[in-house]
Structure formats: structure tokens, C-alpha cells
């Protein structure tokens, strides 16, 4: 049997088709769409029609490739900036409209939690699962008290439109202190996943972060792209997401 999930981000439309059995699941293909909602939410407030279109058109092609495919089951959940648009409910019943299927708008705790379904959050207790997307980033940790999951306002596309604030800043702050150390953290992301094959590692230590995330600002947006193949809507924002990375890392020490 075959199943997708199409995911409405921030910075990026995203789907992924994946072959199950009653004991496994395999993935086969996925395909990105660059449509930064982020860039209206974070400034305007709003979506526009305009960009609600695009993200209609968008999921018809994906529809059209599900059927090609022969799936059926398939899911739809937006995220961050869904949940900030000022229309979202009237966005979010627009877009059902056309494509006559249900679209979840997941909470930023929703999104958390669902790292639990990640095939090594029950090994170790001493690690934390950190997602970090255009919008937000969640927090998934399990220790001898049970599971922690936290969602903060700040995410790769948000502060690159410097729409970040201080307080959420300090108030992630707050919430690392009283967490650490954590030996491993392991990132979650199109930001973080790009980071590390472009240099092609599958971990690295806090410090040689550090170090490559430094090397890496230095570069233009051209020289990004050029360099590590970077698509032109990762290279503007990759620098963004991994100073949250090194800011998260340095904190749980």
C-alpha cells in the first residue's frame, strides 16, 4: 500500500510518498515546491489570494502525481505560517474548497509531538530531537520523567525578515537551562540536512559547527548556491537557522 503527506510550510511546499506494509515503511520520492508564505504572513499578516492559488495549483500537481501512483490515503497539515496568517481559517476552508480535501492546521506543540514517531526517539535519554522550520522551532526530549515537547516563535524565514523577537529568544533561553547538558542533538530540517551533506558529515561536534557555520556566513547567497548546490530559497535562509542551531547547541552544552 501507498500513502503521502503533503506539508504546507513556511519557507517551502513539501510532499513525500512512502510504500507501507502492517510492519514497515519505506520512503520512495518526495518533491519541493518553493512557495514562501512566510514572506506574506511575516510582513503583510495575511495570505493573498494570489498566494493561496499558488499553494492550490501546487497541491493539484502533487493530487495529480498521488493518482499516477496509485495512492488514495493521503494527508494535508500546514504549519507555522498558517497558524499566524490573520485569515487562516477563511484561508484554510478556501483551499479546502478547491481541492476537496480536509487540511489540518497543526499547533506548534502538534508538530512537536509528532517527533515521537521519529525510529530513534526511544533509544537514549540523553539526546533531544530539535526541528527547526521557516517559522518556529520545536523541541522533542524523553527522559526518566516521561516526554518534554516545546514550540518557540522563531525559524529560519521569521528571522530572516528580522520578525523574531527578543522575548522568545530569552524565553527558549529559559527553557534550555533547565534541560542541560544533552550529549546529541539531532536536527530536523531541510536547513540542517542541507548543512551537513553539503559538508558531507552525518554529525558533527558543537565546535567544528561552529567553525563551518562561521566559514559559511562568509559566503554570498551566489556563492551558496554555486558552491554547494544550494537552492536559491535554502541559501538566503540557511545562515538564519543554523545560528538557532548553534544557539540551541551552545546552551545544552
Not at 501507498?2 to 517551502?12: E, F, H, L, P, W
Not at 495570505?47 to 488514495?72: H, P
Not at 567544528?208 to 535562509?237: C, G, M, N, W, Y
Amino acid at each position: 500500500m501507498k500513502i503521502a503527506s503533503i506539508d504546507i510550510g513556511t519557507n517551502a511546499i513539501k510532499s513525500k510518498i512512502f510504500k507501507t506494509t502492517p510492519t514497515s515503511i519505506e520512503f520512495l520520492e518526495g518533491m519541493r515546491s518553493p512557495i514562501r508564505l512566510g514572506s506574506e504572513v511575516f510582513v503583510e499578516g495575511k495570505l493573498s489570494q494570489a498566494k493561496l492559488d499558488q499553494v492550490i495549483s501546487t497541491i493539484k500537481t502533487y493530487e495529480d502525481i498521488f493518482q499516477n501512483n496509485k495512492i488514495d490515503r493521503y494527508e494535508i497539515v500546514a504549519t507555522s505560517a498558517f497558524r499566524d496568517t490573520s485569515n487562516s481559517e477563511d484561508a484554510r476552508r478556501y483551499i479546502e474548497t478547491a481541492i476537496n480535501h480536509p487540511l489540518k492546521v497543526i499547533s506548534g506543540l502538534e508538530e512537536a509531538q509528532l517527533m515521537r514517531f521519529h525510529p530513534k526517539s526511544n533509544t537514549g535519554k540523553n539526546k533531544i530531537f530539535v526541528d527547526l522550520g521557516g517559522g518556529s522551532t520545536e523541541f522533542f526530549l524523553r527522559d526518566a520523567t516521561g516526554i518534554e515537547i516545546r514550540s518557540f516563535q522563531l525559524g529560519a524565514v521569521r528571522n530572516m525578515l528580522n520578525k523574531d523577537k527578543k522575548a522568545e529568544w530569552v524565553r527558549m533561553e529559559k527553557w534550555l537551562e533547565t534541560i542541560k547538558p544533552r550529549k546529541k542533538l539531532i536536527g530536523i530540517g531541510g536547513n540542517i540536512r542541507s548543512f551537513l551533506q553539503a559538508h558531507d558529515k552525518k554529525q558533527l561536534s558543537t565546535k567544528e559547527f561552529t567553525k563551518k557555520v562561521k566559514e559559511l556566513s562568509k559566503l554570498t547567497t551566489k556563492d551558496k548556491i554555486s558552491k554547494f548546490k544550494f537552492s536559491p530559497d535554502r541559501a538566503d535562509v540557511i545562515d538564519h537557522a543554523l545560528k538557532i542551531f548553534q544557539f540551541i547547541a551552545e546552551r545544552l552544552k
